[in-house]
C-alpha cells in the first residue's frame, strides 16, 4: 500500500473545523501549551534535574491535557504505558508531547525525548490499513486499532494537534497536522545579552488606534 | 486662546503643588493677595482671565490646564511613600501630583494607542510575600529565570509607567490602582538597581495591597520589600549559584545576573541562610567601604520604558512631537519630559521633513 500525504490545517477556519470534528477545542489546545510552557520555566531552576524543564513541562501538560478534555467527556487512557485521555464514543487519543518544533512546513516535529516501545505500539494500532511498512516486526497485530495524535508544544510556544506514527523510537510518518498556532502570541523568552543568557526579556507591541 | 468650561479650582492646586510651591509663593509671583488666591483655590471666586494667566505664568502651566474639568483626586493612601519620615510634605504632594497629571496622560495613552491589557492577579490574600511572588512567576511562566528588563516585564502585563523626575532622592517610587488600570511611578534619580528594586516593590505593592489591606505603613512596605526580594531573585536561583559563605568579589559579580544592588542580593543571601548574622555584617561593612552603600560602582544599564519608546515613534512618523502630547493634554512640555522617562527630549530624534543635503 503507498504511503499517503500528509494532510495539513493551516487557516484558523480549516484548523476550528478540524478540532471540533475531533471533538477537541482551539482554546483547550492553547491551555494544555500554556501550562506546559510556565512549567518548562519553572523547571528551569538549577535545582531541578538537567531534564527537569521538560519533565514538568511534560507531566503538566498531560495533566492539562486530560483535566480540558474530561470536562467533553473524554476518558483517561494508559494504552501500553502511555499517558493520554481516549475518546469515549470514537477510536482516537491523545498524549502530551514535548517538540524541537511545531508548525513548521520545512521541518517536521520530533520528540524532545526518544519515543519508548509502548508509545510505538500504540501509534501504530491503526496503521495497517495506511502504512503496512511501518508494523514493526515484534508487533502482534492485536493493537487497540485507535488514532494516536499528540498535541505537539514547542518551546517557542507553537503548538499543533498531530496524528503521526512513530518508528525507532522518533515520529516516522505524519497523516495529518493541524496548525494550532505559531507561538506569536508567546512572550519571546530572549536572550538579554548580558552576563547571563537565561533572563527573560519581554517584546512589547503597540499599535495605533 | 481657547478655553472651555469654568475655570478649575482643584487644577489650580494641583499645578501649585506639583511645582512644590506654597499658596503664599504663588500669590506673590502671580501679583494676588493671599485671601484672594485663597478664595480661588477653594472656588469660593471665580478669577478674572487676567488673574488666570498671572497664575500660569506663576505655576508654568498653561492657561488651558486650568479649564480641563475632570481632575483625578489621588486619595492619600492610594499612594506610599518608602519612607514618609524623610519625604516632606511638598515632596509628597508634588510626586503625588505627578501622579494625578500621569492619569491623565495614562487615559490619553489609551484612548489612542492599543496598550497590553493589566494581567496582574489580586493576591491580597496570600500573607507570605515569599509566596505571592512564586506564584506569579508562575503565574506568568517566569520559572526561577531573572528578569531582563522590569520595566519591560510591568509594561507587557499592562501596567502604565511613568517616570519621577523628582530632582530628591527622598522619593523612591509609588504605585495605585485608578479604574481598573495599575500605575507605576518611577524615580528616575536613583541608580539602575535601586529602580529595578522599586519596580519590583510597586508591582508587590499592587497585587497584595490592591483589595485594601489591614496592614500600614511599615508593615506593608516590609511586605512589598519581601515580595520585590524574592521576585527578582528566586530562591532556587539564588540557591543554585550561591555557595555557603560567599565571598564579596561572588556576591559582586553576581548581582549582574539579576540586575540587583550588591546591599540588595547580600541581603538576600543572609535571609536564605547562606550567610550568617556575622557574615552578613562583615560583607554589610566591606561594600560599604567599597561604595555600595551609598551607589552602586559598576552598575547595569538604566531601564526604560519601552512603551513610550514605540509611542514616541509612533507620533514621530505622523509628525509630532512632545509638544503635541503637552498641547492636546494642556501640559507643559517639561511635564511630558519628566514623565516619559527622557525619551520624549532625545535630541537624537530625526525631524520629519528635514533632510539631508550636499552643500557644494
Known amino acids: 500500500m503507498s504511503r499517503a500525504a500528509t494532510k495539513v490545517f493551516i487557516d484558523d477556519i480549516d484548523v476550528e473545523r478540524r478540532l471540533s470534528e475531533l471533538n477537541m477545542d482551539r482554546q483547550d489546545i492553547l491551555d494544555i501549551r500554556d501550562v506546559a510552557a510556565s512549567m518548562h520555566a519553572t523547571g528551569s531552576s538549577p535545582l531541578f534535574p538537567a531534564n527537569g524543564a521538560g519533565q514538568l513541562a511534560y507531566q503538566y501538560g498531560t495533566r492539562e491535557l486530560r483535566a480540558t478534555h474530561l470536562k467533553r467527556g473524554w476518558v483517561i487512557d494508559q494504552s501500553y504505558g502511555t499517558n493520554g485521555v481516549r475518546h469515549p464514543d470514537r477510536k482516537i487519543v491523545v498524549l502530551y508531547q514535548n517538540v524541537d518544533v511545531a508548525c513548521s512546513l520545512s521541518d517536521l516535529p520530533q520528540a524532545r525525548s526518544r519515543k519508548g516501545a509502548g508509545s510505538e505500539r500504540l501509534s501504530q494500532g491503526s496503521a495497517f490499513d495506511l502504512i503496512e511498512e511501518v508494523v514493526p516486526s515484534t508487533h502482534t497485530g492485536e493493537g487497540l486499532d485507535v488514532e494516536v495524535w499528540y498535541v505537539m508544544v514547542a518551546q517557542d510556544g507553537a503548538v499543533e494537534v498531530t496524528h503521526a506514527l512513530i518508528r525507532g523510537g522518533e515520529f516516522s510518518d505524519f497523516i495529518e497536522r493541524i496548525f494550532v498556532h505559531d507561538g506569536s502570541d508567546f512572550d519571546p523568552l530572549e536572550d538579554d545579552g548580558s552576563l547571563d543568557d537565561d533572563a527573560v526579556d519581554f517584546d512589547i507591541t503597540i499599535s495605533r488606534k | ?360
Open chain 2, 1 to 360: 486662546m481657547t478655553t472651555h468650561g469654568p475655570f478649575n479650582h482643584l487644577r489650580l492646586i494641583l499645578a501649585r503643588k506639583r511645582r512644590k510651591m506654597t499658596a503664599i509663593q504663588v500669590a506673590e509671583a502671580a501679583k494676588l493677595s493671599r485671601v484672594h488666591l485663597s478664595r480661588i483655590e477653594t472656588g469660593q471666586n471665580e478669577p478674572t482671565m487676567e488673574t488666570i494667566e498671572a497664575l500660569a505664568k506663576a505655576t508654568r502651566y498653561p492657561v488651558e490646564f486650568f479649564f480641563v474639568p475632570d481632575t483625578c483626586e489621588l486619595p492619600a493612601e492610594a499612594v506610599s511613600f518608602r519612607s514618609l519620615k524623610r519625604t516632606s510634605v511638598r515632596e509628597r504632594e508634588a510626586a503625588r501630583a505627578a501622579g494625578e497629571i500621569g492619569v491623565d496622560v495614562g487615559q490619553w495613552l489609551s484612548d489612542e494607542f492599543n496598550l497590553p491589557d493589566p494581567v496582574l492577579p489580586d493576591m491580597g490574600y496570600e500573607p507570605d510575600p515569599a509566596t505571592a511572588a512564586r506564584a506569579l512567576r508562575q503565574a506568568w511562566g517566569l520559572g526561577e529565570k531573572p528578569i531582563a528588563s522590569m520595566i519591560a516585564l510591568l509594561e507587557a502585563k499592562g501596567v502604565r509607567v511613568f517616570s519621577l523626575a523628582e530632582e530628591t532622592l527622598n522619593v523612591d517610587a509609588f504605585s495605585f490602582w485608578q479604574d481598573g488600570v495599575p500605575y507605576v511611578f518611577l524615580n528616575t534619580m536613583k541608580t539602575a538597581e535601586h529602580g529595578v528594586m522599586d519596580a519590583a516593590h510597586e508591582l508587590g505593592h499592587l497585587i497584595l495591597h490592591a483589595g485594601g489591606n489591614t496592614l500600614h505603613g511599615r508593615d506593608v512596605e516590609r511586605e512589598a520589600n519581601a515580595f520585590a526580594s524574592s521576585f527578582l531573585m528566586p530562591s532556587e536561583d539564588v540557591r543554585g549559584r550561591v555557595p555557603r559563605a560567599p565571598s564579596v568579589h561572588l556576591i559582586l559579580k553576581l548581582k549582574k545576573r539579576w540586575r540587583v544592588s550588591a546591599m540588595a542580593l547580600a541581603y538576600r543571601v543572609h535571609r536564605l541562610g547562606l550567610l550568617t548574622d556575622w557574615q552578613y555584617r562583615s560583607m554589610c561593612i566591606d561594600l560599604t567601604q567599597r561604595g555600595y552603600r551609598t551607589g552602586e560602582p559598576d552598575g547595569t544599564e538604566r531601564d526604560k520604558s519601552r512603551v513610550w519608546k514605540q509611542v514616541l515613534d509612533h507620533l514621530w512618523r505622523e509628525g509630532k512631537t512632545k509638544e503635541t502630547i503637552a498641547r492636546v493634554l494642556h501640559l507643559p512640555v517639561d511635564e511630558i519630559e519628566k514623565l516619559t522617562f527622557g525619551l520624549a527630549s532625545d535630541p537624537l530624534r530625526p525631524i520629519k521633513g528635514q533632510q539631508l543635503r550636499v552643500v557644494k
